[in-house]
């Protein structure tokens, strides 16, 4: 029996078909072939989509009616933070508090899972946490499902590749590191660091311009690749892990990239004190083929039934979970609630009485407004300005005249944008650490307006600072005068420098219906 392993990057999508760890065939999907013509404009991109998978699957004899899902980072809220160690029953409850302090919205909105190691040397629980929005989860699912495919598992791109290790059977142990980039295309990057198998710390890296929707765009532009940009994000993951854990010290890390690229980037790991191994993919497929990330990406999915790793996350799981949950908690609520229910013939008949007086009442009261209306009717002045013999014609443009004056008058007097309340609520929104760069608001006639807020934070520890902007964020969020007239509020963290120190600059996006 096969097993299909969907990666969905950036720019393609790729698919592999295995038996074991054998693979069987493997399809690159590029979004630039999705995108059809003028006559398919208006066609949803999950059915152009689906369209793609069915052809390339009739043309590569692929008949399969389940798959497995990778997702880049983009589509995925990935946080790794600690707790203290708690009670098994209480655990859920804080992981969710704690994670909202990394999330820029509704934890509701969110199909979440999460793993949870022992960190025996600060006695707290390391939680590795992933979620992704619903809307988003449902779209991935009714792709394949037009197709008749179901999706055992949903997990993330960088933890997928971690498979690799364990077909080669490099020693996991210790503090270790995964470097995966893909220097021919337009895949993000992936840097992870492991403890024994389970991640301490990843982030995606991309080098160039990308798509940020969920298929909104099906021609994403192409990034341009640069060694020096890659060896600059290195320094800053590795800063940021250092000043995250700074007892946990990174000594070895394993590369996946093009051979090409194998002297570069292992002379600048060693400068900067660090062995690395070069895993040569196609020597571990046993098939010669050039090195592509989302290939290695989709292979390392088809092969999660053969091969186990530590991390142990799956959102579809976690889905169905949730939903059993639910279900039984409902029933558990229904069955409570009528078991305590006791018939009482008595109040049977009282309440059949009841409800008879009130429709005796009801249509008594209608009988009395019908009649208060007719009399009513009949007092009303006539229009000035239109005969009885008035053509359709003149009625029905002098009623589109009158509807416009009436939307033009109301726009006056309800859509002004008054920005003297909401710029007094920043300042006071503004926590210790936070400071704003610039303000500036962009509205164009005929459209809303948005109001973006750039600024910086410096409090000397990197996730001290990351907190501090989503705190800021969610006081502008949670402010109900604040969001009464801006309702699409966005936040983008990045690092830079200023005055020589290293800060969190931050810029919002707040957007008016």
Known sequence: ??????????????????????????????????????????????????????EAFRRNKIEVKEAMLC?????????????????????????????????????EELITDYQVEVDRASRANIVLFMGIKKDTFDKYISILKSLNIRI???????????????????????????LCFDSQGADEINFL??????????RDISLGSAPVGDFDDLEPSVPTFSMEKLKSEIRVSLDYYHRKFPSK???????????????????????????SKFIDIAKTVGSPMAFSSSFTKSYSIAISRKVGIKVRLNLVESKLRGSKVDSARIRLELASFFNKIKLDFRVVIAGVL???????????REISLKKDLGNLTSKWSKLTGLSSDTSYETLRATSVKDRKTVVNLDNLINKQLYLTEVLSIIPSALPPGVWLTRISLNKKEGSGAELILEGMSYLNNGNNEFQAVNKFFSNLNNNLAFTRYFKDIKVSLDQGLFAGNRVTTFVISSKTN
């Open 193 to 202: 660091v492991l403890e024994n198998g389970f991640p301490l710390f990843n």
């Open 71 to 107: 997702l880049s980072g983009k589509d995925l809220i990935i946080r790794t933070f600690e707790i203290p160690i708690l009670p098994r029953e209480e655990l859920k409850n804080a992981i969710n508090f704690e994670a909202k302090k990394y999330i820029p919205f509704k934890i």
């Open 152 to 178: 055992s598992s949903i997990e993330y791109s960088g933890f997928s590749i971690l498979r690799i290790l364990k077909l080669v059977k490099m020693n996991e142990n210790g503090i270790t590191a995964v």
């Open 249 to 275: 010290s990174l000594k070895n890390i394993f590369i996946m990239s093009n051979a090409e690229r194998r002297q570069e980037i292992e002379v600048f790991l060693s400068e900067l004190g660090l062995s």
């Open 354 to 364: 009841i409800c008879a007086v009130a429709l005796i009442y009801g249509i008594s």
């Open 1 to 54: 029996m096969s097993d299909l392993g969907v990666y969905f990057g950036p720019k393609v999508i790729d698919v592999s078909e295995t038996r074991g760890n054998k693979l069987v065939s493997s399809i690159q999907i590029p979004f630039s072939e999705i995108g059809g013509n003028e006559l398919d404009e208006k066609v949803p991109a999950e059915v152009k989509l689906a369209a793609s998978f069915n």
